[in-house]
């Protein structure tokens, strides 16, 4: 099928993209990588009548680091994590989920941004940026630039806080402590496919407690969102085997998704409760050359 | 962008080393582009949501989903297909390699995965070996042909290591 028909722009800089944004209002879609909004065109899911491609926006692929904050540009893309955004944990978080989504071509033209503006909530990077508290920088020719908080923003299956003449044009994420441990699990049909679930857990291990703990899970209700009720029964604990598995039965217990042609909603529970206790496992996994302290 | 009109865009991009200049809707995707304006049907149309890698080109030698892309964004910019990945009346060493392992069922599959491949060792030719598997999961076989596929990419690389020392 073809996408329906749309006057294409291809702005130059991200004030003419807001201005085109501005003019068209909810008419005109942004294309940053298109993996998944061209799909959607296709399918005639969405119809924009003004496609605002960002390709060619200069300067748009490289992040930075501002007191204590990695900041995520609009064009960078899953690729770009590989290498490493960011040095310490954040880096390596990072690059192990861009390594974890879709296929190699996906992950070069596939951009951070754009993915949590497309908001699924099977995306890895929409999960981190829940579990991560990171703030979403939004930007239009009429209110300025406003952020917003990640669990603000994500407001259901494909939807965002994002107004209709809006671009997402930076995404700021705290940098993690060297003393941070983290985990990720996820499940799918495919390897290189939409994961059914996904979990990432995030502490802090200074001593043998476990502190600041964050856990989250993604890709079984409309948006991804943290477990506090996880979070407290690991908080200031040590971590072993028969905590993360409590953790993770009780992960499963709390979530409440729809079945589908995929699998019933207890079947689903029961992926969450694997993919919780996947990252707790992985989590006490120390990563090589990330803690020099503690052998 | 030479000109641009609500209906219809022309524009000029590499292809296979010749430029050509294109009039196309904004909505013509790149495989559209180049099998019906361009006659290069070696490019395939497989799931057209980018689930399946039939389609797969090189952009700047990059390996894209032609079906994911526009053909408006490929201006300018330097597109391979399967047509043009080697000389006329020779074979890339992808090309070889999928030969010389029988990689080929039905043979719908290959010419995404062997400018997957290509593109793949252009950029990093000694991929570890699970992500090789990782790879090629990116792509459908339906002949379920992915044994010799896997000993194809493998061979490839090895081809692709000599190639860069």
Redesign the interface.
């Known amino acids: 099928m073809k996408a329906a028909a749309f006057d294409y722009h291809a702005p130059a800089s991200i004030d003419e993209a807001l201005r085109i944004l501005a003019a068209h209002g909810d008419e005109a879609r942004i294309l940053a990588g298109g993996q998944s909004l061209v799909p959607a065109m296709t399918a005639r899911l969405a119809r924009p009548a003004h496609l605002v491609d960002i390709n060619r926006i200069a300067h748009a692929e490289l992040p930075t680091v501002v007191a204590g904050r990695l900041r995520i540009p609009p064009l960078m893309r899953h690729i770009d994590f590989e290498v490493g955004a960011a040095d310490g944990p954040l880096g390596a978080l990072l690059a192990e989920l861009s390594g974890h989504m879709a296929s190699l071509p996906v992950r070069l033209r596939g951009t951070f941004c754009g993915s949590l503006a497309h908001a699924d909530p099977a995306s890895a990077f929409v999960l981190a940026a829940v579990v991560l508290g990171a703030d979403m920088v939004a930007r239009s020719t009429r209110r300025g630039v406003r952020n917003m908080a990640a669990g603000a923003f994500f407001t259901g299956i494909l939807a965002t806080g994002l107004a209709d003449d809006e671009m997402l044009t930076e995404v700021q994420i705290p940098l993690l402590s060297r003393w941070t441990r983290w985990g990720f699990g996820a499940v799918g049909l495919r390897a290189a496919g939409w994961p059914l679930a996904t979990a990432l857990v995030v502490y802090e291990r200074a001593e043998d407690d476990m502190t600041g703990v964050r856990v989250g899970v993604g890709g079984v209700e409309a948006t991804a969102h943290r477990l506090p009720a996880v979070e407290r029964m690991l908080e200031r604990r040590a971590p072993s085997r028969r905590l993360f598995r409590e953790a993770a039965d009780a992960a499963g217990a709390m979530v409440d998704p729809a079945g589908d042609h995929v699998g019933t909603a207890q079947w689903r529970r029961d992926l969450v409760s694997a993919v919780v206790g996947r990252a707790l496992e992985a989590s006490t996994a120390v990563p090589v050359g990330q803690d020099p302290e503690r052998p | 962008?030479t000109r641009?009109t609500?209906?219809r865009?022309e524009m000029t991009m590499e292809v296979n080393g010749a430029v050509r200049t294109l009039v196309v809707?904004?909505?013509?995707?790149l495989v559209?582009a180049l099998r019906e304006d361009l006659g290069l049907v070696g490019t395939r149309h497989g799931c057209?949501?980018?689930?399946c890698?039939a389609c797969?080109v090189l952009v700047d030698g990059?390996?894209?989903?032609a079906?994911?892309?526009?053909a408006?964004?490929a201006?300018g910019r330097e597109v391979t297909t399967i047509e043009g990945l080697a000389l006329p009346g020779a074979l890339h060493p992808v090309q070889e390699a999928f030969v010389a392992a029988g990689a080929t069922g039905c043979g719908y599959c290959t010419s995404g995965l062997v400018m997957?491949t290509a593109?793949?060792l252009a950029r990093e030719p000694e991929i570890a070996e699970d992500g090789l598997?990782?790879?090629a999961?990116?792509?459908l076989c339906r002949c379920n042909g992915y044994g010799p596929i896997l000993s194809a990419i493998r061979a490839a690389r090895a081809a692709a290591v000599t190639a860069a020392e």
């Open positions: 962008m641009a609500p209906t865009i809707e904004p909505r013509t995707t559209d057209d949501e980018g689930v890698g797969i990059e390996p894209v989903l079906c994911l892309m526009f408006a964004q201006y997957l593109g793949a598997a990782r790879l999961a990116g792509n």
